[in-house]
C-alpha cells in the first residue's frame, strides 16, 4: 500500500501574525466593546486589547494554540479575561446600566426587592451600632468589621482580651434586641 505523504508545512510566524493582524483590523472595535462592557475606560480597553494580542501571539509560539486555529473567538475570550483582572487588580466595580424597571422580568423584580430589604437591614443595623457606646462601637468595628484578632484589638483599646470578648458579647446583645425591635 502506497503512503501518500501528508504536508507537514507548519504556518510561519509572518503568517500567524498576517492572519491576526487581519483579525485584529477587522475586530478590533468588537474586541475593544468587550473590554468596555467588562467596566474598563476607552484608554484601557485599547491597552486591553493589546495585552491580549501579545497573550495570543505568546500562545501561538509557544505551541499552547495551533497556529491554524480561529484567533477571534479566543482573542475575545482573552480580552473579557485581562480586562477583569485589570478591574480586579484596581479594585474596580463595573459599572452599572440604568434600568428601567418595566424591563426587569419577575425573577429580577423579586431579586430587587431582596436586595431592597437587605439595603433597609444595613440602614438600620447602623442605626443600632450607632447607640452603642464608643468601646462596643469600636469592638464591633474592629472585631467584626475589619476582622482582627481579639488580642489585636485588645491591645488597641488598652484593655484585656477577655474584657473584649464580654464588650463584643454585650454588643451583640443590644444589636440583636435593637433590630428585633418593631420601631427599629
Known amino acids: 500500500m502506497p503512503v501518500h505523504a501528508v504536508p507537514t508545512s507548519r504556518p510561519t510566524d509572518e503568517d500567524v501574525l ?5 483579525v485584529l483590523a477587522s475586530q478590533r472595535g468588537a474586541l475593544a466593546a468587550v473590554a468596555r462592557h467588562e467596566g474598563l475606560r ?3 480597553a485599547v491597552d486591553c486589547v493589546q495585552d491580549a494580542l501579545c497573550t ?3 500562545l501561538v509560539q509557544s505551541g499552547q494554540v495551533p497556529a491554524m486555529a480561529e484567533p477571534a473567538p479566543l482573542l475575545v475570550t482573552i480580552v473579557r479575561n485581562a480586562a477583569r483582572n485589570q478591574r480586579r487588580r484596581h479594585f474596580r466595580a463595573r459599572p452599572h446600566a440604568e434600568l428601567v424597571e418595566s424591563e426587569l422580568p419577575d425573577a429580577e423584580l423579586v431579586l430587587q426587592e431582596e436586595l431592597l430589604t437587605r439595603a433597609e437591614d444595613v440602614v438600620r443595623l447602623r442605626a443600632c451600632v450607632a447607640e452603642l457606646c464608643e468601646i462596643q462601637r469600636a469592638v464591633v468595628t474592629l472585631r467584626l468589621l475589619e ?4 488580642e489585636n484589638v485588645a491591645e488597641l483599646l488598652g484593655v484585656s482580651p477577655n474584657h473584649v470578648a464580654v ?3 454585650r454588643a451583640k446583645s443590644a444589636l440583636r434586641a435593637c433590630m ?3 420601631n427599629a
Not at 476582622?147 to 481579639?150: L, M, Q, V, Y
Open 18 to 22: 498576517e492572519r491576526l493582524s487581519r
Open 42 to 44: 476607552p484608554e484601557e
Open 56 to 58: 495570543l501571539l505568546d
Open 147 to 150: 476582622e482582627r484578632p481579639g
Open 167 to 169: 464588650l463584643l458579647y
Open 180 to 182: 428585633s425591635a418593631p
